[in-house]
């Protein structure tokens, strides 16, 4: 069964500060992964999409990096904001096995504050 | 250019009560999720629709959750003789077409308190 771990749970940093979320998977039969942003209240939205056969993902000051055959993948905020205050996710999307479907997994989330 | 909208966006209801959560997806999208999310965790997969077919209800915690999609669009989500482990927030997602390279769009979730 797929598991993705996320950590640290919560991160508080100061503005300006360049950050890591790490994000583990324990089985590397995945199509893609992705990272999401979600705000207290609000749905989740997709920040980065990273395709099985790929190693990164650049969007503006985020940046994503997928290493598929250790399991690992990590979302780089360059000169973080306080807008950028809010919950990361990590989700993978399994291999379809056999009646299953593309559905997502989640890891838990790392909580993240970047005080003024 | 609406996204998608779940309603209501917060329910109390008391244990044994039964509920129905609202979904509309975006328009013309094909594929639904359900999604459940407790306090302090990430989303786990309930169901997933393809058009009003439901593909895989694998996620879903008991017989007591059912889902349907009858035409193909609007999704509801129904609990019945609701227990206090129920209480998460309920997310919708919806994506174009079916296939793994689609993004899926979430709703703003549903936040049910079962008292």
């Known amino acids: 069964k797929q598991e993705v771990t996320q950590i640290p749970a919560a991160l508080s940093v100061p503005e300006g500060e360049n950050l890591v979320l790490n994000c583990s998977f324990t089985?590397?039969?995945?199509?893609?992964l992705q990272w999401f942003r979600q705000d207290p209240g609000k749905g989740l939205t997709s920040l980065l999409l990273i395709q099985s056969s790929q190693r990164e993902q650049t969007s503006g000051r985020l940046n994503a990096s997928l290493d598929k055959s250790s399991g690992r993948s990590t979302l780089y905020i360059a000169a973080s904001q306080p807008g950028d205050s809010a919950t990361y996710l990590c989700a993978v999307r399994p291999f379809i096995t056999q009646g299953g479907s593309e559905k997502l997994v989640f890891g838990k989330g790392t909580k993240l504050t970047v005080n003024p | 250019g609406a996204g998608v909208s779940q309603s209501p966006r917060y329910k109390v209801a008391k244990r044994g009560q039964d509920v129905a959560l609202r979904c509309d997806p975006i328009s013309g999208h094909v594929s639904l999720f359900w999604y459940q999310q407790a306090l302090g965790q990430g989303p786990e997969f309930l169901t997933y629709?393809?058009?009003?077919?439901?593909?895989?209800k694998s996620g879903l915690p008991s017989d007591r959750f059912f889902a349907e999609r009858p035409e193909g669009s609007v999704s509801t989500l129904k609990i019945q003789r609701t227990q206090q482990e129920d209480s998460a927030v309920y997310l919708c997602a919806s994506s174009l077409r079916r296939g793994l390279q689609e993004t899926q769009y979430f709703g703003p979730g549903t936040r049910l308190l079962v008292l």
């Open positions: 089985d590397s039969a995945i199509y893609n």
């Open positions: 629709f393809q058009n009003e077919a439901q593909l895989d």
